[in-house]
């Protein structure tokens, strides 16, 4: 089977759809099949920003194409086409595509409108493709009921964890050498993503105030680990407006190789988002073994499972409760570390690429015997 698979999303590999094509490529790189793949990609991307065992697949079933995508024009010479960004381009014959979630819909307020128009274009194609590939059982209904297709059309594929997620020792030279880098503090709470309204991070800093106000000086702090997203302007407003800008430490960005150190250092990994097609901060934290507290609605309970402490993430005295336990006990903490290094190793990027592969085949099959 000749398979064709846009990789246009991993010019920006550290977005989370980016990352996803990425990983889900290495996967099914590494899987014995007789089949064969071609990446398609922009013109003017750059190979050195392509993960490296993919740059050295070109011998091995991987043929690699760089040209302007004109998916049409070539569609008698692949058997599928696989889009894992949502816009499905013009093709004759089996298509499936990711969509990782419905929140372009649910929550347009959260989206720039651009983006929200072009989504809302692509949904047409969306609904045709011979199967939707999502992230999530929360995803899945949301697809269904939003672009009324048959559920037996949407298969659910967990996104995996890195390996280079996993606990480690932190008082090395590395560690200090991270600990330096982000000026963190000694003890801290930490929370990883976009700093934007969708994270739910006014909550969280009242939360953390209450408390700063039971726990007194004892030195936990709270880092706000990711780059900025838009309309954030409030969260900063709220630490200055409680007087927290010695106590809320905004990292900004935190690079790829410093992510698994930083997770390890922290004395628990807070994330009350309020929507999540997946959720990858919190599976990598559990993975490093730090206590994870999150959000119960969307499909978070389906990541951290009872791992986790879940909350509502609309109330700050359920949140900020949760934290305090955390905080104040070894032994919870030693629990939910425990827990969530076994629930994180039911995700693995393997697994990913055997189910996808399993849905290519499917389709091939059913054109086949032309069920489809």
Request: glycine share 6%.
């Amino acid at each position: 089977m000749n398979i064709l698979i846009d990789g246009a999303s991993m010019t920006a590999v550290k977005s989370g759809i980016g990352y996803f094509t990425a990983n889900m490529v290495q996967g099914l790189a590494k899987l014995s099949t007789k089949h064969t793949y071609t990446l398609l990609c922009p013109e003017n991307m750059p190979t050195a920003d392509l993960p490296v065992n993919v740059q050295l697949m070109k011998a091995k079933r991987w043929l690699w194409r760089v040209s302007p995508v004109d998916v049409l024009g070539i569609s008698k010479k692949f058997d599928l086409y696989h889009e894992p960004n949502y816009m499905l381009r013009p093709f004759r014959g089996t298509r499936v595509v990711n969509v990782y979630d419905m929140s372009y819909r649910l929550y347009p307020k959260y989206h720039p409108s651009r983006r929200v128009a072009m989504l809302r274009f692509f949904e047409g194609r969306m609904k045709d493709a011979n199967r939707i590939i999502t992230v999530s059982n929360s995803a899945k209904q949301e697809i269904v009921e939003l672009l009324k297709v048959d559920e037996n059309k949407v298969v659910v594929i967990y996104p995996g964890v890195s390996d280079k997620f996993h606990r480690m020792d932190v008082s090395d030279v590395q560690g200090m050498d991270v600990h330096k880098y982000y000026n963190l503090p000694e003890n801290f709470i930490l929370y990883v993503g976009t700093i934007e309204p969708r994270k739910n991070l006014v909550r969280l800093i009242e939360a953390y105030s209450r408390v700063k106000a039971t726990i007194g000086n004892s030195g936990v702090k709270l880092v706000l680990a990711g780059g900025k997203g838009w309309l954030n302007e409030e969260i900063y407003q709220r630490v200055e407006a409680l007087k927290l800008t010695n106590d809320v430490i905004f990292t900004g960005y935190i690079m790829d190789e410093h992510l698994p150190t930083v997770y390890n250092m922290a004395l628990a990994f807070v994330y009350p988002s309020l929507y999540e097609g997946f959720g990858l901060p919190p599976l990598e934290a559990m993975a490093c073994g730090v206590p994870v507290i999150t959000s119960k609605i969307s499909s978070l309970p389906e990541v951290v499972g009872d791992a986790g402490i879940l909350i509502d993430p609309y109330n700050v005295d359920e949140l900020s409760d949760a934290i305090l336990r955390v905080v104040s006990s070894t032994e919870l903490r030693k629990r939910l570390s425990d827990k969530g290094i076994m629930q994180a190793s039911l995700f693995t990027w393997e697994k990913c690429a055997q189910e996808t592969l399993a849905v290519y085949e499917e389709c091939f099959q059913l054109k086949n015997n032309g069920e489809e």
